[in-house]
């Protein structure tokens, strides 16, 4: 231990499993390096906690260096702690001072029951993906490199919203819980691309369809989840899933039959 | 999973739906405002003036029909919709974070369920109180001056005009740009002027309609030392 090292305090959601009560739970936490990312952090706060024979505080995780989507933590109120573009993960000790005071909440939506302590779970996202977030493709040879034009600013623009982990995040600092940044992402990513034409329609119809039925809330415009995003997904986003969606709403027509793609 | 079936699909059943008539409702009554405040103008202008032009939409009876009927389903879908989506965001958090540290949100956006229903009380005892005229103390059918300046002597009437300009002023800050979004008409190169008129068009509306109850209650609009004729002849009357 170093002189540098942070004694704080945390108070952390805790809760046995889903449809039990919960609470904040406050923890010493001394000797704490700022080198250290969040995760590391509780990492010891759990060594601990299991060295006393104590229950260690579940969270998500995996790669432990932004690019998976599984972290997600509500960080003194805001999702993902104080770092803009950054996920728990990738957040840093550094940024806390000695005697700080750190409340951790899970992700707060109705369609994101929490599972444990922090841990809450997001199938709706899978749910919403498989009802329309993919583009349907003949295998066979490999089609040539550039046989299909793509100009560079929808690549970019496409780029740009594939860069959304699925971490939910938007969702979590929303007020109404909606997840229209997350869906945005989606529809621009495959809408804005060649290949994602032929189902453009059903997609942002059924996308909407299934958000809508799982009981995520609507959009307000309020912009909570664009400050939010590790991947600063922008707003810009929702507007053209609005286009898109009105657009959908009117020259859509009455199905024909099944398939096509194949 | 299969597919949902899109002919399952109501589109104004859905969030997005709903909220793009919130938007196109909106926008209707964001128009009505920015025209009735042009036309309130008048009031600067003097008895004649506005009387004259009360008389007229009065006269134009097909045009003051459709546009209040337009208006009226305007402020009804508007109302009904934002409250279904009201409740429906609501339900989507049943459990509150301890505490919410806001980034983005202003406080107009966050306070649309607050502005808007003062908003709608008001354009109740708005119309009653200048339409109709049940609450008005003195109403003399024709004389838009007089019941203007009459009803703006009483100070707390006065005070919730203004007041619930004020939170028109909220429920455009945050609506009128919003409304833009909702209907996907924006874009890089226009956002920052789209920005710009609609928060000096919102301004204007709000500032020109304070001006009237502050006018009369400032003495600087009042009522003509030889009344005009319909006040003229109900002093006679008395
Ligand atoms: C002169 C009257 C009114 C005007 C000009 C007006 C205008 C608007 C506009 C332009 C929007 C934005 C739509 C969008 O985001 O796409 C909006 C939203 C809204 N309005 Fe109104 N409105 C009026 C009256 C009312 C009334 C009477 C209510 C009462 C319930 C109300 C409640 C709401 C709510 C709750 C929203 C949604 C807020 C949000 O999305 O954050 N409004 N209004
Ligand atoms: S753990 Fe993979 S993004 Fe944080």
């Known amino acids: 231990m170093s002189g540098n090292d942070l004694h704080l305090t945390l108070k952390v959601w805790r809760q046995a499993g889903p449809n039990v009560p919960g609470k904040l739970v406050t923890y010493d936490a001394p000797g704490i390096s700022p080198h250290m990312s969040f995760l590391e952090m509780l990492d010891v706060v759990n060594e601990r906690l299991q060295e006393k024979g104590e229950e260690p505080i579940a969270f998500d995780h995996d790669c432990r260096e932004g690019i998976c989507g599984m972290c997600g933590l509500v960080i003194n109120g805001v999702a993902h702690g104080p770092r803009r573009a950054t996920t728990t993960c990738q957040l840093h000790m550094r940024y806390y001072k000695d005697g700080d005071t750190i409340v951790i909440e899970p992700w707060r939506a109705g369609p994101f029951p929490v599972i444990k302590d922090l841990v809450v779970d997001r199938a709706p996202f899978d749910r919403i993906i498989a009802a329309g977030g993919f583009i349907s493709v003949s295998t066979g040879n490999a089609p ?4 299909i ?5 929808s690549a970019e623009l496409s780029m740009d919203a594939a860069a959304c982990i699925g971490c939910a995040a938007c969702v979590a600092a929303c007020p109404n819980a909606s997840a ?4 945005s992402a989606k529809v621009s990513h495959l809408g804005l691309l060649p290949q994602g034409q032929p189902e453009r329609k059903a997609r942002v119809l059924r996308m909407i369809a299934q958000m809508d039925a799982e009981g995520f809330g609507g959009c307000t415009n309020i912009g909570e989840c664009e400050a939010a995003c590790p991947k ?13 969606y009105l657009a959908a ?14 | 999973m299969s597919a949902i079936p899109l002919s399952d699909i109501r589109p104004l059943g859905a969030t997005v739906g709903k909220k793009v008539l919130l938007a196109v409702t909106g926008l209707v009554m964001y128009g009505f405002v920015f025209i009735h405040m042009v036309g309130n103008l008048q009031l600067y202008a003097g008895p004649e003036k506005i009387n004259h032009y009360g008389e007229l939409l009065q006269n134009a009876k097909p045009l003051l029909w459709t546009a209040r009927i337009v208006l009226l389903a305007a402020v009804g879908i508007h109302i009904l919709l934002s409250l279904q989506l009201w409740l429906k965001n609501r339900a989507a958090r049943p459990v509150k974070y301890s505490h919410q540290d806001y980034q983005a949100a202003t406080y107009a956006s966050r306070t649309m369920i607050l502005s808007g229903p003062i908003i709608g009380f008001f354009i109740v005892y708005h119309v009653l109180h200048f339409t109709v005229g049940w609450a008005h103390p003195d109403f003399v ?11 703006f002597q009483n100070p707390f009437v006065s005070g919730f005009y203004v007041l619930a300009m004020v939170c028109l002023g909220f429920h455009l800050y945050h609506g009128a740009y919003s409304l833009f979004q909702t209907l996907g008409l924006r874009g890089p190169t226009v956002d920052k002027r789209l920005k710009v008129v609609l928060t000096a068009i919102s301004m204007l509306i709000v500032i020109a309609n304070i001006s009237f109850p502050l006018s009369v209650l400032a003495g600087i609009v009042k009522l003509p030392a030889v009344s005009a004729p319909a006040s003229a002849s109900l002093a006679a009357g008395k």
């Open chain 1, 144 to 147: 040539d490199g550039n046989a």
């Open chain 1, 149 to 153: 034009p793509v100009p560079k600013s």
């Open chain 1, 180 to 183: 229209m940044l997350f869906v």
């Open chain 1, 249 to 262: 709403a009117v020259t859509r027509r009455p199905e024909t039959g099944s398939g096509g793609a194949g």
């Open chain 1, 232 to 244: 600063e997904i922008k707003l810009e986003n929702i507007a053209r899933l609005n286009r898109d």
């Open chain 2, 141 to 151: 059918k024709g004389d838009v001056f007089h019941n203007v300046v009459v009803g």
